[in-house]
């Protein structure tokens, strides 16, 4: 069974930063490409940032340059460094496992971007 848990997020000021954090269950983490996604209001789910488990990133366009994924394997953990926020970053974020063919989803955490 795998289990998900996102924690960070909340409100934060234009240009400032902020990390989000996904703790994961089982034993096949380190395995498992992790992404996160975001859904905006209005909006499909869009991807964000993936990690594989060797450790390779990529990342949608308007995130280059100052989003960062990273993972612990030792801590189950993936994680999501989110510098110089814009608005429109506002979304819930959900942390993803993909074990092929399915994806297992976190509850999401909102992040919140004034301006």
């Known amino acids: 069974q795998v289990q998900l848990v996102e924690s960070g997020g909340g409100l934060v000021q234009a240009g400032r930063s902020t990390r989000l954090s996904c703790a994961a269950s089982?034993?096949?983490?380190?395995?498992?490409?992790m992404g996160w996604y975001r859904q905006a209001p209005g909006k499909q789910r869009e991807l964000v940032a993936i990690?594989?488990?060797?450790?390779?990133?990529n990342y949608t366009d308007s995130v280059k340059g100052r989003f960062t994924i990273s993972r612990d394997n030792a801590k189950k953990t993936v994680y999501l460094q989110m510098n110089s926020l814009k608005p429109e970053d506002t979304a819930v974020y959900y942390c993803?496992?993909?074990?092929?063919?399915?994806?297992?989803w976190g509850q999401g955490t909102q992040v919140t971007v004034s301006s």
């Open positions: 993803s496992m993909i074990i092929p063919p399915r994806v297992y």
């Open positions: 089982g034993s096949i983490f380190s395995d498992s490409a």
């Open positions: 990690i594989t488990s060797s450790s390779s990133t």
